[in-house]
């Protein structure tokens, strides 16, 4: 039997079903994967947007194995220095205030949720306004927040106090306030709902609207942000900021960890006792983080993704115009999407058995995620591969 049937029989057995793997994966360098049988592949998936300094990066793999043989973790009883830094480069490149540390995308967000409902607890406000086809994430706040029936249903009661308007549609936004609005939160590029920018209009009427009704405007960049579209953060291609934002996937190039990032306004609105996380902002986890920032910052990688990013959506959309079945290229830096006038799936498979990971999203939407450090060369082989079996 093979590696591959071997591993099959195991999930079959004991995990439960929740995904629908197709290949297993056992070595990955760079923007390159090796699957169980030594077959490799461009890696245009990276984990869902973790791998923004790409798999095993020598910087992030030497962080996490010093700090593993010193100390990993201590608890939030205790000062931890990393911590510490970590939040001082989030801040500084981003609102300047504090910063909250947990383990994934959405623990952040329920954290943001959390932070809004007790800033607002006083005048008895307390419901967001999200967006249609966002994503937020898997806990029950966060389900209810996703903008998503698909993600919620089964799950009936849904937690209250969330409240769903067209993303781009500022009428909707407004219509959906009211006396307990506490807050609009929105992602600057939607990417489970199909790679989709925010218009700069919608984004500064976004702000106008919190400032003119005394909401908090929250950002979710938990796949938009640490450089993907050519900025540390989504909302920074726009001229208006959040007050706070949440952030997760490649904060950690892989090792699990999200934080909140507030503005001064929202710096200390959580007091001891308010909210808190057994493994966030762990030595080690704050260790890979740190590594992961350094990394784009001294490889110029948020550069790249703009420019080169750019680039690339300019090759796509040239490949794109012989194809009738391609609708629109769309995305910003190296967050993309490939629209098709059909089912995504089939073709993220074909792409993948010809050696381009890629990920279908809103169905008809063939997701590109590359490593900001994608060479030259394999963002040509990529092409290669799309324009005979795109
Ligand atoms: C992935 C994602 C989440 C959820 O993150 P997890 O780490 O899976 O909990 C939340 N928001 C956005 C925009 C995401 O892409």
């Known amino acids: 039997m093979s590696k591959l049937d071997d591993i099959k029989q ?77 939040a001082r480069k989030l801040s500084e490149a981003s609102l300047g205030g504090k910063c909250f540390f947990g383990n994934s995308g959405a623990e952040a967000n329920e954290g943001l949720i959390k932070l809004a409902r007790l800033w607002g607890h006083e005048q008895g406000r307390y419901e967001i306004v999200c967006m249609k086809n966002s994503f937020h994430g898997r806990t029950l706040a966060t389900a209810a927040a996703t903008g998503q029936l698909k993600v919620q249903k089964g799950f009936e009661p849904m937690p209250e106090g969330f409240r769903h308007a067209e993303f781009n549609d500022i009428a909707s936004v407004r219509a959906q306030v ?102 966030g902002g762990t030595p080690l986890a704050c260790a890979a983080a740190l590594a992961t920032m350094e990394t784009i910052e001294e490889e110029n990688l948020i550069e790249r993704a703009r420019t080169v990013g750019a680039d690339f959506a300019k090759r796509l959309r040239k490949l794109a115009k012989g194809r009738d079945h391609v609708l629109d290229v769309r995305g910003r830096g190296f967050m993309l999407g490939i629209v098709l006038d059909r089912p995504a799936q089939e073709t993220c498979a074909r792409l993948a058995d010809n050696g381009l990971l890629t990920l279908a999203t809103a169905e008809k939407v063939v997701r590109l995620l590359p490593p900001l450090n994608v060479t030259d060369e394999e963002l040509d082989q990529a092409i290669a591969i799309l324009d005979r079996w795109l």
Not at 46 to 67: C, K, M, T, W, Y
Not at 237 to 246: G, T
Not at 252 to 269: M, N, T
Request: with cysteine; hydrophobic share 40%.
């Open 10 to 86: 195991l999930y079959q057995r004991y995990v439960m079903p929740t995904y629908a793997p197709k290949l297993a994966l056992v070595r990955g360098q760079g923007a390159r994967v090796w699957d169980a049988e030594g077959k490799t592949y461009l890696d245009f998936i990276a984990g869902i947007a973790v791998l923004n300094v790409g798999h095993s990066h020598p910087r992030v793999v030497e962080a996490i194995r010093e700090q593993a043989g010193r100390l990993t973790h201590v608890s939030n009883l205790y000062y931890t220095e990393n911590q510490g830094r970590l």
């Open 178 to 279: 009211n006396e307990k609005t506490v807050a609009v939160l929105l992602e600057a590029v939607q990417g489970e709902g199909g790679v989709l920018p925010a218009d700069p209009e919608f984004m500064r009427s976004v702000r106008a609207l919190c400032d003119e009704k005394n909401l908090l405007m929250l950002c979710d960049e938990v796949q938009c942000g640490m450089g993907r579209t050519g900025h540390w953060f989504g909302y920074q291609a726009y001229a208006s900021a959040p007050d706070a934002f949440s952030v997760a996937k490649a904060l950690g190039s892989g090792y699990p960890i999200g934080a909140i990032v507030a503005s001064p306004k929202l710096s200390d609105v959580f007091q001891p006792g308010n909210h808190a996380s057994t493994f």
